[in-house]
């Protein structure tokens, strides 16, 4: 049997930075309290609780001498306010793609503008973001939900209107709610902020789940991006099982099973995942290699610092997805570039920028050299989708969290 682990498997970025805050800030000697649990992993919140790390559900439980870390997800900005007029000692680990979201929100909030947000409502990434706004804001799961809050509330359609989307919202969806907007929201100006560490994770999480009989879900059953990344592989795998540890592996799923995917959410210990594959490999024999890969990629991960931990991301792309285009013809619509592959690329609107009103005319020239990533390659048309808008994103992250630090070192 062949045991396959994502590449993508296990923390992500965000989520790496916030746990480290957190370890860090014990090494140093620091009372340590969260607001919440710091990720969704029951396993490594009681790790931390062991070393003294106390949850509290509100900023004033913080004791004088204890650290508050406030954790990827992010808070609204009342949250921040209420904690700094207390004078509350305090960590903001909050992730810099959803600090983007914040800014995003409450910029389009002083321009009057009216709020959407594809998301889980109740999730607290939410909660945080619609707490940054201070017009009116909507969230809707889904195309039928989108529909009815615009059935319920008809002034959307005509009004000035900003869209996000919670990080670890499925892109399918978000992509089918905003061909809907488009139709019907004639003012809506869409930023798809659909974390990229998110994304690829749920590609590839898709691409294994079409290829291997039975697929293997690691992560936090109160994760919202491993529930996710549970529905994607569900949805082209029918035997998907979701475990949170090792022990919940049963040997009757793998009977007459000759390949098995294995995808892991954002917030998933490494020592996690290695459990768990070690138990597969016990179960079925012989072990395989995949075994003796993780054993290097997590454990190097484990150890990562942050710089090295977006190096990692980007890496993760391999040299064969990252290419330089450059610029042969632009139309309202698409850029057309060369990239050296004897393959025609092309880069659409929506792959160009986050902006989804960008004039590409005006932006974009031939001749302009471009940093992209291949999205798709047709081999009998000759031609590869490409997206700037996603390289940009991962490279835009030691940019983020060089500035989000300066911000940290002010507390
Ligand atoms: Fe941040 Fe993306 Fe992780 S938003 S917390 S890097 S899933």
Redesign the pocket.
């Known amino acids: 049997m062949k045991i396959t682990l994502a590449k993508t498997a296990g923390?992500?970025?965000?989520?790496?930075?916030?746990v480290n805050t957190v370890y860090e800030l014990l090494d140093n000697n620091k009372k340590v309290c969260t607001l919440g649990p710091i990720i969704h992993n029951p396993q490594l919140v009681d790790e931390l609780e062991k070393r003294g790390v106390r949850i509290v559900q509100q900023p004033l439980e913080t004791k004088d001498d204890e650290m508050l870390v406030i954790r990827?997800?992010g808070v609204p900005r009342s949250t921040i306010e209420q904690v700094e007029s207390a004078k509350i000692n305090y960590v903001d680990a909050t992730?810099?793609?959803?600090s983007k979201i914040h800014k995003i929100v409450s910029e389009a909030s002083l321009n009057g503008n009216s709020i959407l947000i594809a998301g889980d409502s109740k999730h607290s990434?939410v909660i945080g973001i619609v707490g940054n706004a201070t017009t009116p804001v909507y969230t809707f799961s889904d195309e039928n939900e989108l529909s009815e809050l615009l059935k319920t509330h008809p002034n959307l359609t005509q009004s000035n209107v900003t869209v996000v989307s919670q990080?670890?919202f499925n892109e399918k969806i978000f992509k089918k709610c905003c061909i809907f907007l488009k139709k019907v929201c004639t003012n809506a100006i869409v930023f798809d902020t659909i974390?990229?560490?998110?994304a690829l994770?749920q590609q590839e999480a898709d691409k294994l789940a079409r290829v291997n009989d039975l697929m293997v879900v690691i992560g936090g059953k109160h994760s919202s991006?491993t529930s996710k990344l549970y529905s994607v592989c569900k949805a082209s795998c029918d035997r998907t099982f979701l475990i949170e540890t090792a022990d919940e592996l049963k040997a009757e799923w793998f009977k007459d099973v000759q390949n098995v995917g294995v995808v892991a959410g954002?917030?998933t210990p490494a020592r996690i995942i290695k459990e768990a594959i070690k138990t597969m490999s016990e179960i079925v024999k012989p072990v395989d290699e995949q075994v003796e890969e993780l054993n290097t990629v997590q454990k190097s991960f484990d150890e990562m610092t942050d710089e090295e931990a977006f190096e990692a991301?980007l890496n993760n792309l391999t040299s064969d997805q990252k290419v330089v285009g450059i610029v042969l013809a632009v139309t309202p619509t698409e850029v057309q570039v060369d990239f050296g592959r004897g393959l025609t690329g092309y880069i659409s609107a929506d792959e160009y920028s986050f902006d989804s009103n960008v004039n590409l005319v005006e932006e974009v020239k031939v001749g302009d050299e471009l940093n992209l990533i291949i999205m798709r390659i047709n081999d009998q048309e000759g031609t590869a989708m490409l997206s700037k808008r996603r390289y940009d994103a991962i490279a835009g992250?030691d940019k983020i969290v060089a500035a989000k630090e300066k911000e940290v070192m002010q507390i």
């Open positions: 923390f992500c970025f965000g989520v790496n930075r916030a990827s997800h992730c810099p793609f959803v990434e990080t670890t974390c990229n560490a998110t994770r991006n954002a917030s991301s992250w």
